[in-house]
């Protein structure tokens, strides 16, 4: 377009358009503010309508949800609701009958009796005092056959020596009808340790095959430190608990455990141990018992279960075990100070009588204890009477041999018989009030030769040396056990 004097006039087109700024302005603009800062700012408000509007928009777009109308079964009535039922699962409170059998219809023929299966395999086990041939006739073998298995077992091992608790595999065959028992097939049972049977039906009858067991009898040594607690370093090292106190009794006749043994000691001991080729373990009793202290060594060996082994106890009784240390020599100790757990209420020496009323000489020792408390036999001896006397009244008297001799007053009750022979820490009585007595005590008395002494004053230890043969065997044993192998 021109203009006067050959101007060009601007276009319209290059006018500048008054919507150029409001679409600039309306993108600077945060439509959608963080509603979490600046509550209350104008932004903040902006922002709220903003999200409003496009709640309400969603809403007003979004489109109806109609349900999906589906065919619905016609109900089940009379024979098809009941066989429907039968075979469904539900609740027993909505009338179910699950499990309940459906009727049989024309094609099925009926069974005047149901089919047996031609063989069945079971076990049982043998209980405690328990026989085998009742234990197979109540799993159902029949008596003819439970008989002769047993016998035949018999001739194996004795049957007392099967161990409670053995599991008897068994095949019981076809029988002919159900009025007989089924014959035994098969049977097979770990009758020792170190061997099994086998029982099989044969055309001749029953057969019995032995099934050996290899055995290592390696016996099993374990070594540690004492630490802080002799038992439980003992048992962390994975010795039995058994195994444990036999250790502990049979140090405590040669030291005291609390005031003797050391945290730096060692232990050393040796168990009795069966290995079998079948992967079993069987642990037996403790063979020795050692504790090295550095300045002193003490070994131990359990000695004495064969009959050529056997020592005499001062008693002249025989004494079939014991623990030896490593010179052949024994030492055997009173269980405690006391024949009764209590404390001393009068001691030996001149007193007045609490009932008499005078001085007289107190030749024992009075020891308080509740009323039935066990009594035991310091040392091992015989009983030379058992019965009720003057002023002692239920009274027992025991002689030990060397001329060692010892009384028991006041028992409630007496547990032994005259003629008899104890061992150290029997129970020969209980504890009373009998014959001239203020209250429950016992009067125990030593004599010596005849003569009473004080018995604090006696010590009730006795000595045994192994000699000649015995001696022989017992050094081939010792070297026998020390050469095992700690772990072995």
Known sequence: ?????????????????????????????DWVPDLGAQIGSLDWWRGVATCTALCVATWALAPGIKPLVGAVPPPLAGAEWDEARAQGITAIGQGAA?????????LVAPLTEAPE??????????????????????????????NAAATMVAQAVPLDSIAA???????????????????LEALDLRARFDLGLALMRTAGGLAMHRKPIAIDATPLRIQGLV?????????????????????????ATRLSIGRDVGAADSFDLIIARQRAATGETQIGELLFAGIDQGRRKVQLVRFGPDGAERERDGAGAARTDGWFDANGQTERRAVSG??????????????????????????????????GTPIHAMTDGVVAFAGRTGGYGNFVKLTHGGGMASGYGHMSRIAVSSGTR???????????????????????????????????????????????ASLRAFKAKVATLLAVRPGG
């Open 1 to 29: 377009m021109q203009g006067p004097r050959g101007l060009r006039m601007p276009s319209s087109a290059s006018t500048p358009s008054p919507r150029v700024p409001l679409r600039t302005a309306a993108t600077s603009i």
């Open 98 to 106: 699950t499990g309940r059998r459906m009727a049989a219809n024309d």
């Open 338 to 371: 006391l024949p009764v757990s209590g404390r001393i209420t009068s001691t030996f020496g001149l007193r007045v009588h609490p009932l008499l009323r005078f001085t007289r000489m107190h030749k024992g020792l009075d020891i308080g204890a509740p009323y």
């Open 422 to 468: 104890v061992r150290q820490g029997q129970v020969i009585g209980y504890v009373g009030s009998t014959g001239l007595s203020t209250g429950p005590h016992l009067h125990w008395e030593v004599w010596k030769n005849g003569t009473a002494i004080n018995p604090r004053a006696v010590s009730f230890a006795g000595v045994a040396q192994l000699s000649g």
């Open 165 to 183: 608790g053995t599991r008897i595999a068994l095949t019981l065959g076809r029988r002919p009808d159900r009025t007989v028992a089924r014959p």
């Open 227 to 251: 630490g802080s607690s002799l038992y439980r370093s003992m048992r962390a090292a994975g010795v039995p608990a058994k195994a444990v106190e036999s250790y502990i009794k049979a140090l």
């Open 117 to 146: 299966r031609p063989t069945v395999t079971l076990s049982a086990t043998l209980g405690e005092g328990d026989r085998l041939d009742r234990v197979l006739m109540r799993a159902g073998v029949g008596r003819a056959d439970a």
